[in-house]
């Protein structure tokens, strides 16, 4: 079920979002804190205020589906699902463990409210389409969200899911593109550079909106005015920070893999503070 809207409630789930992946990449000594951090405010509005999606019934055939195609960043995903009540908080100690279901790539198999396993990139706007056609068909109302990465978009699958979702006229679907233009390697820039990324998006028949993705309120009034265009797919090229929310983590590349120790998670802690 969508929630009404409250800007300080869904800012505060998303300082909550970014407390947790700080906790859950250290205690785990895993990766990708950075990713996760840069995602927080669009998962918040998203599972706060936008998907219609009940934790008791989150199997429900009219449900909106989001798939999470840029995996890595699963510690977000999973914290925001606790949140929401998908499945007790107390599971997120989980993360990464051995023997564990809650892997360092998203995975459906034991987690309530996670739609597909992926991790692979590049494949995750494909299962989108297949979602949002099979919908179509159907004659269901739901709509289909796929949070992209844009190192991802160096992949040639993505543009091929691109095309294919045009060509269907699939209107119910979303792809949002977190462009904290920071990949695994380098920055975006110099690896493969996107730009013109909106145009790019536009080209292949999508009506494409950019907008800043730690702004709460635009990203709230973009998302519920989903079709941006009727008879088009939506893209939203949403401008972010990587490791957004803990000063010494913002912009940082040592951040997309390395996990922060215990002095590290103490120092993001006081930064992300809820009684601010």
Known sequence: MTQAFEIETVRTLATRIRRHVVQMTHRAKASHVGTSLSMADLLAVLYGAILHVDPSHFESPSRDRFVLSKGHGCAGLYAVLAERGFFPLARLTEFYQ???????????????????????????????????????????PYRVFALLSDGECDEGAIWEAALFAAHHRLDNLVAIVDYNKIQSLGAVKDVLDLEPLGQKWEAFGWAVREIDGHDIDEIFHILSAIPVAPGRPSCVVAHTVKGKGVSFMENQLLWHYRPPDASEVARALSELDLER
């Open 98 to 140: 051995d023997g564990t279901s809650m892997a360092g790539h998203v995975t459906h198999s034991g987690i309530p409210g996670v739609e597909v396993s992926t991790g692979a990139l590049g494949h995750g706007l494909s299962i989108a389409c297949g979602m949002a056609l099979a919908g179509r068909r159907d004659r269901r």
